[in-house]
């Protein structure tokens, strides 16, 4: 089932935390510290659940079945010894039009990811890649740990700089439509303050036109000439 996330545009995991409190929803929210590779950015997908377990190769068997806009949600249990994903894994996931990649865990590659302009999720950089190899879990592409959180593809997972929010795909309008209401009220206020700043900004500006026309410089000097005249024919000088 696709979501529309035209419904979600300009709500963050901020809103969202928000509007499961005042519904009495536990949020289901990624660790701390687990943040964008370079900030600024915003993503909104469905979760693409995959567990590592020592090889890139699984990454590449889920990316190869994945839904354009989806996010690639990576289970490393929560390593900071390894780097399970680089530039190779990213670069396969940006040809597979998928919105992004959040690992429970590291990346590296950094400089090429950012080449790449793939938003990923981690808790930072680490050189080093695998040593070992595990056996794959049996769950490995239905579903996904990320911190105290499991999740699969029935969530929607929405990331930005302060962090990610899990959340089930079939109640994600429902959840959202209260603060939707209210960003869109606010992005509408701060839209119309604009243009009023603008407006007024125009309004009192000095104009460049007067009222009155100037006096004709072939006027002013022919009245100029007749009243020497009659100053010269009366014995006056002018002065």
Known sequence: MMVDFQDLEGLTPAHFADACQQQGIDPRLAPQGLGPMVTGVHVTGRVLPVRHSGSVDIFIEVISQ????????????????????????????????????????????????????????????????????????PDALTSARVGDVVVDA??????????????????VREIGRPRGRFVNASISRRNFSRRATLSFSSSASPSTSTNTPPIPRTRCVSTCKRSAGRSRRDGCDGS
């Open 154 to 171: 029935g969530h929607v997972v929405v990331a930005d700089d302060d962090g990610a929010i899990f959340l089930p795909a079939d109640k």
């Open 66 to 137: 994945a839904e354009p806009g989806s996010v690639l949600v990576i289970d490393d249990n929560g390593r900071r010894d390894q780097a399970c994903i680089g530039d190779l894994v990213a670069g396969e996931a940006k040809l597979a039009g998928l919105a992004g990649i959040l690992v429970w865990g590291c990346h590296r590659d950094t400089q090429e990811i950012r080449a790449l302009g793939l938003p990923v999720f981690s808790f930072g950089a680490f050189p080093s890649g695998p040593r070992t190899a595990s056996e794959r879990d």
